[in-house]
């Protein structure tokens, strides 16, 4: 898309200036360092800044500004933390950036019916922190201590997915600013209904799109009796698939199961200072009772043994397996580290399992055929996995080369009955994939944002090429 | 609603008829014995009767009948198996009934993947024949044998989703024909995607008023090692909740857990010819390795015990499941044969745990204080209950009395937070209470039900009241 045209955007009518300092005081900004911490990507996208930041502190702001931004045609795109990856928070047709990192409050937690109501800027690891005394917990882990607001609006999964699901599981209810700035809840807290349509299904992944999300309510899980981790290379790429899908068809509730390929164990190995065998290997975690999980264990561990695994190493203790999933999650800044000075171009799509070992093989063959600095790592149990292009920010061949690489990369797993995103979204890398991946229900999803949006005031230009 | 109005309907255009009969032949049916068969509901709603019928064999034929419906602005209702219960397949309006029970293809199975793909009119019963030699099996089971269309419209779920999840979790990707004759696909194969909007959810639980479901992408489960059931009494319907309660929080999966009150029991025992003791009583089932189930059935016995409740008595052996779960399935009839000659006005609502106890414990006393033949079950583990009316047809009286405790039990689940409707739908029997529990979010529904279906052709007057 042409990002080119944000140049041309009319600057912000001084009405529209005034009535948002009115509401929001010094908490409005329109100086440069603060637009352009709002117009960054932790990716490989262009920076754009809006032409204002506001930091809101309830749904009554967020409403009152959404209206606002109504009345004078003013694009307003909701922030969290700003670690999404698919430019989807870049605010390419200017406009105000309407940051909710400030709605932390965790309005309230029911133990017994296992869930709790959070605004949207409220972190994932914050959430946990507050429930650990409770017994409980929130599943879903996609690396970054991103806001549940902008989990939602992504549809985020990450480690967790295999076992817990998604956002589309884990959301029972959102709090809601429409495009005209009413103040809607989508569900009552009860586990499961049949009450009309599945609006909180249509608001989460849709980007901010549709609506500003200031409230969640969250499905929460007891936290386990016992929960064990083990890393495990294999001497091939399929070995390690087969286990995951033979472990599944024994019905076992694998709580993570993560692949991370050689070049991936060499950036973590370099990064994090440990000494993993370079070869395709396998991050798991076991929850349940502690007999349950020696059950699980035994038979995974038999199931890699004949499928060419090495020995597990375990961490047992908490310690320990924080250390192994902080390798994990600081795997993307461990791929950077690998070129010290390029920036990340991180792309996913997902596949139905049977696909999974063709896909990731056949891309493996293609990054090293075209001798790209490239990690592969992903959700096995899920099908979905990453490709961490490592590029040098200002060279155009390695730019193309990525771009062709990940067109090849979403071609096969749609020509596998996948996804051009798993995870990440579509934001404004990914518009044209979808309308190879969905044809003409793209048109029905237009047909939604504009019955939801009529002016296009919403996070504009996302999801959808303009036009 | 004013169902009166129905007698006013336009006869089909003659032109439409003979469109009709091109495309169906023998297939359209203007008799009165068919209309009847797909006017009348299975509770309590008055029959009222479509001006045709046809019977569908693919999904090109269902876009070119919704074509011909769209251009004489003719009703359509998509009809499955019949076995609804909110009036939501009732032809308020006349028009088309179309039935896809007889698009019976099970398309593909991979087994691999844990998915499938079906027709429309398969039914649940035939898809589990199919798959049990393949060590699959599809949980959702809400007692009818409904074919998995009408249970993708209706956001079915039944005995099974406290384990498994609804059909809002089970779907992975719909064939929908749109209301001007579009034929789109909802999603790929893979088993998460964060691509666009989630249309998929959006179909789910519209109840055919946005689109026609023509085909299914469901997934599936690895039938457990090991099955074991039993059923126990309890000397308090508290004692009875509170043992799911802390089982949940001990993070034991339980497959099933259903509850009975001693109404409902004595109406099992006498049409089935069982002797269950007359008390609140939980069906359980357990799935899992062998080891696995003992240890949660270790789990929950002590919790009953402690809980106030009585032996286990346990059916292990298929054929003693069978029995044991034919007698919960079989509890709608159960109920009517406590009144021969009556007819059954089943309710539901779902709450949140916590507050489930108080919820059935009022609603009884409610019951009880109104002297009506009543029973209360329900699938304890997500907080959702039914409550089965057994009325005199002739008697406005008793009608006029169901409509009253309806009412109150539907204001006492609002109250504590919870839906008008965990499983049956809105149809045209939940429409006020949709407004009530929603409010301004229902002016969104018709938004969407505008932008989707402008001429309103789509089994119209459902979920919404109409003007």
């Known amino acids: 898309m042409d ?12 009405d529209f200036i005034e009535g948002a300092r009115t509401l929001f005081g010094a908490r409005l900004h329109l100086g440069e360092a603060v637009r352009e911490a709002h117009g960054r990507s932790e990716a490989h996208f262009a920076t754009l800044l809006p032409d204002a930041v506001v930091f809101a502190h309830s749904t ?38 309407l940051d909710l990192s400030e709605m932390t409050a965790i309005l309230e937690v029911n133990a017994e019916d296992f869930d709790c109501t959070v605004q949207a800027g409220v972190r994932r690891e914050q959430l946990n922190e507050h429930l650990r005394d409770r017994g409980l917990f929130f599943p879903i882990d996609p690396g970054a201590n991103a806001t549940l607001g902008g989990m939602s609006a992504t549809r985020a999964s990450g480690t967790n997915a295999v076992r817990y699901g998604t956002m589309r599981e884990a959301v029972l209810s959102l709090r809601v600013v429409t495009a005209d700035g009413r103040d809607i809840r989508t569900a009552r807290r009860a586990r499961k209904s049949a009450a009309g349509y599945d609006l909180t299904r249509m608001f989460v992944g849709s980007e901010g799109t549709l609506g500003i999300i200031t409230e969640i309510t969250l499905r929460l899980h007891p ?14 790429l399929a070995g ?29 190995n370099r990064y994090s200072n440990l000494s993993y065998p370079e070869l395709t290997t396998l991050f798991f975690e076991f929850h349940g009772t502690e007999r349950y999980v020696a059950e699980q264990v035994e038979t995974v561990s038999e199931l890699a043994a004949a499928n060419g695994g090495g020995d597990f190493q375990w961490a047992t203790r908490p310690e320990d397996r924080s250390k192994l999933w902080k390798a994990r999650h600081e795997a993307y800044y461990a791929a950077l580290q690998l070129r010290p000075g390029c920036v990340g171009w991180p792309t996913d799509v997902c596949v139905p399992m049977s696909r999974l070992a063709q896909c990731i093989g056949e891309t493996k063959q293609d990054l090293l055929d075209a001798g790209i600095v490239a990690p592969i790592l992903g959700h096995v149990g899920d ?23 990940n067109r090849r990369l979403v071609k096969r797993a749609l020509s596998m009955d996948g ?3 798993g995870e990440h979204g579509i934001g404004i890398g990914k518009q044209d994939w979808l309308v190879e991946e969905l044809g003409e229900a793209v048109e029905l999803m237009r047909t939604l944002k504009r019955a939801f949006d009529p002016n296009d005031i919403l996070n504009p230009g996302k999801i959808f090429s303009r036009g």
């Open 419 to 421: 996804t051009c995103t």
């Open 3 to 14: 990002l080119a045209s944000n140049l041309a955007n009319a600057p912000l009518p001084a």
């Open 240 to 268: 390690a698939v087969d286990t995951v899908v033979q472990a599944t068809q024994l019905g076992v509730p694998l709580a993570r199961v993560e692949i991370l390929d050689d070049a991936q164990i060499r950036a973590v």
């Open 223 to 236: 936290i386990p009796e016992t929960i064990s981790a083990a890393v495990c290379g294999f001497e091939t």
């Open 383 to 405: 099908g979905n996995f990453h490709v961490i292009f490592v590029i040098d920010p200002n060279s155009p061949e390695e730019q193309a080369q990525a771009e062709q690489l």
């Open 60 to 97: 009554e702001e967020v409403a009152a500004l959404v209206k606002l931004c109504q009345r004078s045609g003013v694009p307003v795109v909701a922030f969290g933390a700003g670690t999404s990856i698919e430019g989807n928070t870049t605010p390419v047709r200017g406009g105000v950036s």
